[in-house]
């Protein structure tokens, strides 16, 4: 499936104009923004909020969602595990690209492996990653469940959903965990906000 490391005689073609130029034209710096969590926890939703903001703030994004992904890159995948570390080995490769062109790159896929969230993050250099958790109970996703998906993965129509019957895995070492506080899910605007300052804070938002 993976086509990783079986050409040989490839040489690294090397430009003048490079990130720091491009970083210095947009007047930001060029990260991942990768945001992980069970189906219906609200990744798409936060991506996009976050995007939203970011451009009011002058600041260009680009969202690689993992549906939409599915619909073109990634169609060629399926939901077994090596197809997942595939889907979420290509969407690594194409954020670092992403980033290195100076973009504020906001990926929103379940990317339920704690191996392959890691391998993205050792692309990069580790501050250019940051890993936002959606840490939603699966009460919340699976009571929202806005593609009926969980409806079948209980009915045993979907195999191998996250959360059902297949892993999800935590991040140990996350940058950025939201939840729920006293019960209740924050606006996404609110958790897009928190995204914002940490960015900011970072610098990432000036170059
Ligand atoms: N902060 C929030 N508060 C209330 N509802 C929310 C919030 N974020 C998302 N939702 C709602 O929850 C549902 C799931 O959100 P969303 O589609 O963003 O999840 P997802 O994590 O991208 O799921 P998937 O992995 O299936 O793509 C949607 O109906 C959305 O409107
Ligand atoms: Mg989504």
Redesign the pocket.
Known sequence: MSTVSNATNIFWQDCQLGKPERQKLLNQKGCVVWIT??????????ACSLSSELHSKGKLSYILD??NLRHGLNKDLGFKPEDRTENIRRTGEVAKLFADAGLICVA?L?SPYRRDRDTCRAMLPDANFIEVY?NMPLALCEA?D??G?YKLARAGKIKGFTGIDDPYEPPLNCEIELKEDNGV????NV?AGQVVSYLEEKGFLHC
């Open positions: 969590g069970l189906s219906g926890s609200g990744k798409s939703t936060l993992g549906d929103s379940i959606m929202r806005p593609k998906l899910c924050p606006t996404p958790m």
